[in-house]
């Protein structure tokens, strides 16, 4: 998602200075006009008002803030930070105080959309802070986005895009277990996944994805490990405010299951064929 | 779902003779001008060679084709009976070979739909039992359908429809999770569920349900103890035939809360309300 | 457990004749004195009024009493059958008006006990059936156990068994999730061991199962296969009397898991660290 | 139970200088000879060097030592705190350096066992920290355990009792199962009581508990809202180290249910009744 989103803004007149922690990542990016920057605190350092990170955990994003050559370990004195990962809400509300303190301004604005959405600037931005940081970040968030919500203070765009995502596993694995509990009764996949497509919960994620489900080879949108961090984060957050999730909890102990048994690099769809192949039998 | 179905063969020019074990809910459909038997083996009788059963759970099934007064304890050679209801698919395996072996046919068809699109003769019809006694309904069955498709065996429409309900239930309790989770992190009902009916997960049923999921009153399409007692059976399924089902098994744990607290006869989508009021609570 | 009773009934002077459908297991029992039948109506023809059956599951039992050659096929009549399988309650109310056209009696008498205890006569059995035929049943009952409980109706030995059962699953799925839980947090496995052994859970299968637990090998007492095959009945059970059971349903997905991964034919404590090795993983 | 333990030090000859947020708490406690601080920092002043702490929740204990007045806001330089709370491991980790940092050592050291027991000075110390520390500890701690164990650096003793509360949550979860089970076969809660009592996962919680769980009144030992708490940390935790507990998630929608319906002041033991009579309904 961040080289789509630094494609997207240099097609945009956009010159973006970079750092990846994937250096072969970050050599591909260079290719494509991205000047290189030697850790966050150079990017920091050389933009010129703005800078958006997006990584996949919450301990990355801690670490490019708060480590070693980190943001806050330069001068960020009037800079506006747009942090675009998946994380905790928690996460959000513990950093923009240490980045105040800085003099600097911090949103969360994680996104809803694919890598060819983020290329052609239509992603579903959803955004936590406050107001007038949010305002200073549309001009930017307007090059990437076809919507911006402005969900609550620090923290609300990662609740938001926790929700989100929630919603995407269980229709994941709720569509895992209609297939095991199907194709044990002797249905064939090919047909109930026709039927499936003609239910009122059919949607664009699982029209997109029939030819994975079905066995075909596919590009990977999203891989399982990362769909599971999402889901340990909705637990634990759930857990720390006061409810117990049962359905995100069961759609937990699949992904997890699928990770430990080396399958987190592949797409969240083919959780479907993980759940029939792996967690569970006929009996005799 | 039954009374709709009777007022669209009405209007395609079938006398229909029925039965209801609700005498008011008959009552009213003889002033439709259904003419009334007195059981269900009266049914059989007076019928001229098709026989549809629609009601709620595999105990009155089983009673209405072997109980007291049932359609076998008559005489039903030649007869096709079109099983409609919600049921096990052990249920129609083990209710198969009784009515062949009294020289009758039954096929279930459960099927995908609204009483809207009953009315209109646009249900999804999946089917399970022979070949031959699937085209022998599709007669009548194309009266009533947009959609037939034949599963498999007896049984196979049924585990069809199980697998069906089962993704509508959990995609209730995953946006009950998702609201549940974002309101306790501060954020609007209203804003989360314009954002959820844009996401990659947002369905039909979701558009048609937002006006009850902003608490407004609403009419009740499915209620949710027939949900409850639908998830009951994909899980006793799924456990039968040996799969452990970690999302249907935590869905199904809200909806028989819900039903246990008295919430049974509203509608599906009120489990939303009913899991963030009674289900969790925030810590102080 | 078929053996040890057959070796606990021989000591007791009675003679045996009996059947198995694992032939190597069949001869080994031969060697220590059994009279070997041909089937199981060959069991039946021969046994001077009373019947012991013990076998893994529902279908098998339904097959040995009604299937081909079962002992149902032969003349019953006055005979008394004590099944002690561990099964669905379901099955033993509708074997038994089986049992009773064929002229004879049926109790369900499954036992709490080990091998061990089975070999010294101390099993507790928990027995469903009419109370005159659960009187007939003493005699025999009282070579093999310690206690005799009549818990109502026929199925209702089975469903105390299913009860007892989730219990010790749960237990063994607690311990797995209690050490998986420390074991990431940095602790040592044998402190915990250390730890819960003095705790107000701890138990006599914890107490027998130390060493299993800290990787030593050990006895197989119960195999997972068989524990899953019971919690599949206590969920299914469950689900049919209506009843979501959040906590057994996230055991059977362990279970199932277990079982699916090759895991079935090692012993329940296994269980343990299945699920650390296979069920999760760290975040980097 | 900080009111046993001060009585228990007050027995060894121990003077006490305490403070609760609970006012009338404080006042109860002085009259059993318990000196009054006025806030928590006023305790940290008065003590010889030894401060215990023991409440209910994260938020609370950093709060206390923290907070405004809190232990950290006076002069501490030397001092060593015994942290005996039932937290969060992460709670521990982020505490310790703040109290080192201010000159003073902290140790966590919450506690297995009873209010009796903490009288009797037979409590069970599970404690995270420093080896110096720890040893520096167990003149005091020796006045009040049976048994101290040291399971590892800061935090290690909160893990450890999470995974021993999650075990005896678990078991009085399975406890509820079975019952509901049994119960709903028709099985008398009376005699499955008993037969559980003899079963293999029977121990010395279920034995202090028979009168309740048939019904009849009991002290209170712990409550069902502090029980779901330490199970909203269970599974915080898990999702935060990264594994999905699929019974434990199952425990917590129960307890979660049992909070939310206002039975949170009731022993935890009524959890078992709660789901019997909330958590299902059987089918018509």
New interface residues.
Partial sequence: MGRAIQARLADQGVDVIGWDRDTAAMQRAAERGMTIAAHPRAVADAADGTVISIIT?D?GVRSIFRGKDGFLTGDVRGMLFIEMSTLQ?MTGRELAPAVEAAGARLIDSPV?GTIPSARDGKL?A?VGGKAQDVDAARAVLEKLTR?I?H???N??GY??K???N???A??I???A??????T?????IQ??I???G????????FA?KKKLLLGEPDDITLDLKTLR?D???????????????????????????A???GWGDKDIGELVRFFR????????
Avoid: C, I
């Avoid at 889901?231 to 857990?239: E, P």
């Avoid at 967690?279 to 005799?284: A, E, R």
């Fill in positions: 955990e301990g809400p809803l579903y959803m919507k919500v969900m609550g203070p923290g609300a609740a938001m926790l929700a989100a929630l919603g995407l269980a229709f694995q709720a569509t277990e209609s297939l095991a509990l199907g044990r009764e002797g249905l064939s047909q109930m026709e039927v499936l003609d239910a009122p919960t059919a949607n664009g994620w997109a961090k889901m340990l984060s909705a637990v634990a957050t759930g857990a720390l405010s006061g409810t117990g999730m049962p359905l995100s909890a069961g759609v937990l102990t699949a992904l997890s299951a990770v430990a048994q192949e792996h967690m569970g039998q006929k009996l005799d």
